[in-house]
């Protein structure tokens, strides 16, 4: 005998088909009862089932579809009529002469083919509403002064993603890119991909803060590009006013003059923070005696691993500090620290045994404030050359790091390229690809080639044990 469907699951297959066929319209699926002829063991049998309602998101695109997202009508007036958890697109090049607000889950966003700018001026604020879960996208978009930001005010979860947007000036005196609040609930971050300026006359306190007061947040700041020439700002500043922290910044872009951090990771007090600071360059931090490219620290407890960035031509490369009454532990491993005028890597004594240090290479530097641990490397890295900081062929930081240090999960380098590509890991942001050829002074064996893949393959295959 024919076993009926189970409502809920025929609804979710649907709903599935539906939203295929659909191709991203708007569906509506009611609450309906359904009648299918089936063959079972070759007779035809009548199922009777019942679909729960289904509301797709909607998808607006401004300003061609009809009003209030026409031509005639403000983004904003579009932005209100949506409904939570639909998406507005925009569809013209701009300029965009108009300030935000985002009151809802919403994703807001170019549509294909377009670049749409906002004006001088202009910002995008979305703040949390306490209304159930909240969403916010943003993606991009090109902001020629303003800021985006998103606030947490509610005691439900919210996800917040900005990504592959441009802030190309800024005289804001807010950061470029802000995910912060007093709300209590749960945040998730995603800040990636996006490109920013800050020029000297700018007035802004920085690139990208991350400053939840949640009762957790957790995310990543990743692969951007963001070039400072403000003396009082910061390129990213991540930390916790509430609640517990985890957050990654990799795979970053960092550079200009004068600025005050590179990167700033903190814990509050009575508050903790595990943050991961990986696959980084940063230079030309210039701007403050007491900071540096990296720096962490804090009056909570906080966990810090930094490990494998690129740290050149900064005040201070690398400073791993807290207050005496603070909880202090990480990792400093597999970092280029070079030509940074005041110290290369500094490590307040009092943590020294809870921030164990090694295979670093400082070189150039003014001094160095701490103990170097094992596989310390105090030779010139050979970069490539001038604002090029890959590694020559023969540099002594190829194949020189410390392969137990790299987290499972770090697969790649600052280009994207596979980490571990020769017999171990190479120190700072970038992997070099092994040139056996040239190594060996002549042609190389299908028999050596097959060796050397055979030692790669084992490495990745002792890695994924750990």
């Not at 609450?31 to 998101?57: E, F, I």
């Not at 700018?117 to 909240?134: C, Q, R, V």
């Not at 995910?179 to 920013?196: K, L, Q």
């Not at 947040?217 to 517990?244: C, D, F, H, M």
Request: aromatic content about 4%; some cysteine.
């Amino acid at each position: 005998m024919a076993q009926p469907f189970r409502g809920r699951a025929f609804a979710g297959a649907l709903t599935g088909l539906l939203r295929f066929a659909a191709r991203g319209r708007p569906v509506s699926l009611g609450v309906a009862s359904l009648r299918l002829l089936v063959l079972v063991n070759g007779s035809a049998t009548l199922l009777a089932v019942q679909a729960q309602a289904v509301v797709l998101p909607v998808i607006h695109v401004w300003p061609t579809d009809p009003p209030p997202c026409d031509a005639g009508s403000t983004l904003q007036a579009c932005i209100d009529s949506a409904n939570g958890g639909d998406a507005v697109q925009i569809a013209t090049n701009g300029p965009v002469m108009e300030s935000i607000s985002i009151a809802k889950s919403l994703t807001l966003s170019a549509a294909s083919g377009f670049t749409p700018l906002f004006s001088a001026g202009n910002s995008i604020k979305a703040e949390t509403s306490s209304t159930g879960s909240n969403s916010i996208t943003i993606a991009g978009l090109t902001l020629g002064d303003g800021v985006i930001h998103v606030v947490q005010n509610s005691s439900d979860p919210l996800t917040a993603h900005v990504v592959k947007n441009t802030i190309a000036t800024l005289l804001s005196v807010s950061p470029a890119i802000a995910v912060d609040g007093a709300g209590s609930g749960a945040v998730t971050f995603e800040v990636s991909r996006n490109t920013i300026t800050l020029a000297s006359d700018s007035s802004s306190e920085g690139g990208i803060s991350i400053l939840p007061s949640a009762s957790s947040a957790n995310g990543q700041i990743a692969s951007n590009t963001i070039v400072l020439a403000e003396p009082s700002s910061s390129a990213i500043v991540l930390g916790n006013y509430a609640g517990s922290l985890s957050g990654d910044v990799i795979g970053n872009r960092i550079s200009g003059t004068t600025y005050t951090e590179g990167i700033f990771a903190f814990s509050s007090p009575n508050e903790s923070a595990t943050v991961r600071i990986l696959d980084n360059l940063v230079s030309g931090q210039t701007g403050s005696l007491d900071s540096g490219a990296i720096v962490t620290g804090g009056t909570g407890t906080l966990d810090a691993s930094v490990v494998n960035n690129t740290v050149v031509g900064n005040n201070i490369g690398i400073a791993m500090n807290a207050t005496p009454s603070a909880t202090l532990t990480g990792l400093v491993a597999n970092n280029i620290a070079s030509g940074n005028t005041e110290a290369g890597i500094a490590i307040n004594s009092a943590f020294a045994a809870s921030v164990p240090n090694r295979s670093n290479l400082i070189f150039g530097n003014g001094s160095n404030s701490f103990t170097p641990g094992s596989g310390t490397i105090t030779l010139d890295p050979l970069y490539v050359g001038p604002n090029d900081y890959h590694l020559q062929p023969g540099s002594p930081a190829i194949d020189a790091g410390d392969d137990g240090s790299v987290p499972a999960d770090l697969i790649t380098d600052l280009d994207g390229n596979p980490r571990i590509q020769g017999a171990h890991v190479d120190i700072g942001a970038y992997e070099t690809a092994p040139e056996p050829a040239g190594l060996l002074g002549g042609t190389v064996s299908v028999s050596v080639l097959g060796a050397l893949a055979w030692s790669h393959s084992s490495t990745r295959m002792r890695r994924a044990a750990r």
